[in-house]
């Protein structure tokens, strides 16, 4: 419960809280959306602020256009500032988050519709490996009305067990999510069921398909959802059969990771950061960001709509000028974190926050990751250093390093949105998995040689237009 006495909180870190609240109670996406504000005072002008540069459109309240949400800002009274009445809807257990996320899921489910009836997936065994949330378990039942016969693998820091126990009562096979120690023989399990199409996140089961003689036999092709997943993938000399690069799609690169993880990842890290919403207060901090990419592009707006100072370092000299051109001060990491409260690494690249970051950090400084692989704060190095850990709360703990310098991890380097929130926005995924559907189509019917493929431009073309008819529906 957000227990503000706004009386004695500045209207930005007001608006912060109210936005961060609305994330939380509908896990729904703040750009591209209409939102109305009442009143006029400053706690309003800071929220329609913060809107603004998101990406929302804010419209006046009696203009008498279909809107979200309609911010109470007059009185600056926090449990009143959200007014639309679905907000009050339970969304506790994970059956009702579930429906939640299909209701607002239109894209996903009219691809679907049309799969089912093509008669496609009859039949077909069609593995999942995302991270398991209320919308993966919205495209898991998608495809099993579509007639596949759905599993899912599930890593264990990626798994919301209550999604899982759901999903299994509902008789779809859900392997993993137990613990690190049984992932591979839980893997190798999976794997065993001789898939037709591999849904994977991160390509580590794609590989691990590459790597296993005879694993792939029955597999059509697999579909890739991530940048960091295809990386890899693009290094192999050759790949033994197609793989659908789901991430380079126009209506997941240019959604997907800047605006949803961009918001789901600063969203969370304020919420771990401030767990009693008293307004740690992101106006006026400052956060360095490390990478500019889509992903770290979209944080730094997201940073800044809601009054925060950014600063930029990615050794992509090209990158490095963009964000520039952006407006933001850019320089050496190593430089940049010195001052900053908050750092973000947002490249996707092992060892991105090194030893050396750490060190030069000011003590005290919060330390996440937004999107990530594996060590890409490299705190194992400073463990062996002689640091130590010190338990804060859950997915937060302090590593006091040898030098007596104390960083505040958040999730020890994990892929922050996935492992301590609720994943990405709901629009975001009806969009990304959307494209999974055209994917899984695209496998079945393209007759595609081994390697990686592009979505086709009209699937991608096809996916924006149904988002645009159904916006105002969902």
């Keep these: 419960m ?8 500045d209207a930005a870190t007001w608006a912060e809280l109210v936005l961060r609240r609305y994330a939380r109670q509908t896990n729904r996406l703040i750009a591209g959306r209409v939102f109305a504000v009442r009143g006029s005072g400053p706690y309003a002008d800071a929220l329609r602020s913060a809107l603004i540069g998101i990406g929302a459109r804010v419209v006046a309240p009696a203009s ?18 959200l007014t639309a009445p679905y907000l009050d809807e339970p969304r506790d257990g994970a059956a009702e988050r579930i429906a939640w996320a299909r209701r607002h899921m239109p894209v996903l489910e009219a691809l679907g519709q049309r799969l089912a009836g093509s008669g496609l997936l009859a039949g077909r065994r069609v593995g999942i490996c ?6 993966t378990a919205v495209l898991a039942r998608v495809l099993a009305e579509a007639g596949a016969e759905v599993s899912l693998y599930a890593h264990p820091e990626e798994t919301d067990a209550a999604v899982a126990a759901e999903l299994r009562d509902g008789g779809i096979p859900v392997f993993g ?12 399990r999976f794997l065993a069921q001789r898939l037709h199409v591999l849904i994977d996140d991160g390509s580590r089961l794609i590989r691990r398909l590459i790597a296993t003689p005879g694993a792939a036999s029955a597999l059509v092709g697999a579909a890739e959802e991530t940048t960091s997943g295809l990386r890899p993938l693009r290094e192999l000399a050759e790949l033994p059969f197609p793989v659908i690069a789901v991430n380079d799609a126009r209506t997941k690169s240019l959604f997907d990771n ?11 890290i304020l919420d771990l950061l401030d ?5 740690w207060g992101l106006p006026g901090r400052t956060v360095a960001v490390a990478g500019f990419g889509p ?8 940073v800044r709509a809601l009054g925060g100072k950014v600063l930029v370092a990615d050794p992509d000299p090209v990158a490095e000028l963009r964000a520039r051109f952006t407006g933001y001060r850019t320089g050496p990491l190593e430089d940049l974190v010195a001052e900053a409260d908050l750092i973000v690494s947002a490249s996707g690249y092992p060892h991105t926050i090194t030893p050396a970051v750490l060190a030069a950090a000011r003590s005290g400084a919060a330390v996440a990751v937004a999107g990530g692989v594996e060590d890409e704060v490299d705190w194992r190095i400073a463990l062996d250093a002689g640091g130590t850990f010190e338990p804060v709360r859950e997915h937060v703990e302090d590593l006091r390093l040898a030098s007596g310098n104390t960083i505040r991890l958040l999730d020890r380097g994990g892929c922050i949105n996935c492992t301590a929130g609720e994943g990405n926005p709901i629009e975001i995924m009806d969009l990304s998995f959307a494209v999974q559907l055209a994917a899984v189509e695209l496998l079945f019917t ?29």
């Design 2 to 9: 957000y227990g503000l006495r706004v009386e004695k909180t």
């Design 258 to 268: 800047a605006h949803g993880t961009g918001q789901s990842c600063l969203l969370t």
């Design 177 to 188: 999510g137990l613990d690190t120690e049984s992932e591979d023989a839980e893997q190798d």
């Design 446 to 474: 393209g007759h595609l040689s081994p390697g990686l493929h592009p979505i086709p431009a009209a699937a991608d073309e096809l996916i924006a237009r149904l988002a645009l008819d159904r916006s105002l529906e969902s």
């Design 130 to 135: 995302l991270v398991l949330e209320p919308k």
């Design 295 to 302: 992903v770290g592009e979209g944080f730094a707006r997201n």
């Design 64 to 81: 008498g256009e279909p809107v979200d949400t309609c911010f109470e800002a007059e009185p600056p009274d926090l449990f009143a500032a």
């Design 275 to 279: 767990p009693d919403r008293a307004g």
